[in-house]
DNA sequence: CGACTATACAAACGACCGGTCGGTCAGATA
DNA sequence: TATCTGACCGACCGGTCGTTTGTATAGTCG
């Protein structure tokens, strides 16, 4: 536990080729991501991998780890810092959008490309990815209750229901924007949510217009 | 021009061949899926493919063509036999939910696996499935605005808003369904779209309760 | 019948894959 | 000082990738 440099180092230029391997892994995944390419990437050598992970799998387990660290930071935390209810949670919404029009990921979003990847592919990856994803849903869950809690949606807005729309809406954004739409999707999934949250909310002036 | 047992034949096994190929690519992706095991799922050599493709990108993209052409059938068709307006484009929305939940292909949805994959790599492949896209939310947009005309949807709405929403709501379903949420999502989004169609109809008597 | 063509095959190619190996070197320990 | 350890490397392994080559077979046509 004393400060050794060595160790030091080797937490340095771990968590560097683990942002690298979150931005590559958002545009070509984590399987078609390979040791070789990502050993060039990093500017290290491919047998470099294995003195911090055992094997592949172990990488993309901490990967997923890093992004949902990232994901935190730069989504929940800004949200978390609105007034509760309906502005939080359009609050995490925008930020959601701000994220992926602000180009943080060069793919867009880690976490889509990596669930379309793995979703039919059992596995230690799979689960931890189906569990970032669970948390994900209920933290949106919980904030809309809150968000009822306070009166500021109506009694019949059920919270998973609600939160498998805004999620939907928000998720299918990059892809849309990358394959057709253009800025356009930003747009729409902005103001999807928007009037989605408006008409169940009581007092629609805490809400933009549009 | 005459009729030849050999082209015949060399169809039939193409067909079966692409057949196998989209349902494959629908888990797997079509690059992750490898010419060795496509041979090996389809009782084929590796080396006979190149009697029908040149290379594994013309195969690719003969896959996209045929999975539209699934699409099509299963999902478009079916749509165009109910009655224009809000319930053709209902029935478009429960169509795409039977091809999910009837398990037509094993990976869910092949467009979805395959829009992940190529949304960030240019070429042919890309360009193709980004046509075929465009041309599925033309279409959704095409029916918005035959129900407007119709008096079936209120003059405000705007068909490319509404048929990013639709869209979007029904293609998350899988990657829902799949990861977390079981068949819960199927009636998440069965019910996002139905509510967001009645609240824009004069109507609302055309369409189910719930 | 032979010439030709479409279909399919096994074998092999170079490139690259994930992973292992022995070794180097800097920093910690005593 | 000598010893040990963690980070990192180049070289290499067996295996798989997409693709090429050469060959066999079956159907068509002159």
Same mark, same amino acid.
């Given at each position: 536990?004393?400060?050794?440099?060595?160790?030091?180092?080797?937490?340095?230029?771990?968590?560097?080729?683990?942002?690298?391997?979150?931005?590559?892994?958002?545009?070509?995944?984590?399987?078609?991501?390979? @040791?070789?390419?990502?050993?060039?990437?990093?500017?290290?050598?491919?047998?470099?991998?294995?003195?911090?992970?055992?094997?592949?799998?172990?990488?993309?387990?901490?990967?997923?780890?890093?992004?949902?660290?990232?994901?935190?930071?730069?989504?929940?935390?800004?949200?978390?810092?609105?007034?509760?209810?309906?502005?939080?949670?359009?609050?995490?919404?925008?930020?959601?959008?701000?994220?992926?029009?602000?180009?943080?990921?060069?793919?867009?979003?880690?976490?889509?490309?990596?669930?379309?990847?793995?979703?039919?592919?059992?596995?230690?990856?799979?689960?931890?990815?189906?569990?970032?994803?669970?948390?994900?849903?209920?933290?949106?869950?919980?904030?809309?209750?809150?968000?009822?809690?306070?009166?500021?949606?109506?009694?019949?807005?059920?919270?998973?229901? @609600?939160?498998?729309?805004?999620?939907?809406?928000?998720?299918?954004?990059?892809?849309?924007?990358? @394959?057709?739409?253009?800025?356009?999707?930003?747009?729409?999934?902005?103001?999807?949510?928007?009037?989605?949250?408006?008409? @169940?909310?009581?007092?629609?002036?805490?809400?933009?217009?549009?």
């Amino acid at each position: 536990m004393t400060q050794d440099g060595r160790r030091l180092r080797g937490l340095r230029s771990r968590e560097a080729i683990l942002e690298r391997t979150v931005g590559l892994a958002s545009v070509e995944g984590l399987d078609g991501l390979s @040791l070789g390419r990502l050993a060039a990437a990093t500017g290290t050598s491919k047998s470099g991998f294995f003195a911090h992970w055992r094997d592949k799998e172990e990488l993309q387990l901490d990967a997923v780890e890093w992004a949902a660290r990232q994901w935190k930071e730069h989504v929940v935390a800004p949200a978390m810092s609105a007034p509760p209810g309906v502005r939080r949670l359009f609050a995490l919404h925008e930020a959601r959008m701000r994220f992926y029009s602000d180009g943080v990921l060069p793919g867009g979003c880690f976490f889509f490309t990596v669930q379309a990847e793995f979703d039919d592919r059992p596995g230690a990856v799979h689960d931890r990815v189906a569990r970032a994803m669970r948390e994900w849903q209920e933290f949106i869950q919980r904030l809309v209750t809150q968000a009822k809690e306070l009166g500021e949606l109506v009694e019949e807005a059920d919270p998973a229901q @609600l939160a498998y729309e805004i999620d939907a809406l928000g998720e299918m954004t990059i892809i849309h924007s990358r @394959l057709h739409d253009g800025p356009a999707a930003l747009t729409h999934a902005r103001r999807a949510v928007l009037q989605r949250l408006r008409a @169940l909310c009581p007092e629609p002036a805490l809400l933009p217009e549009d």
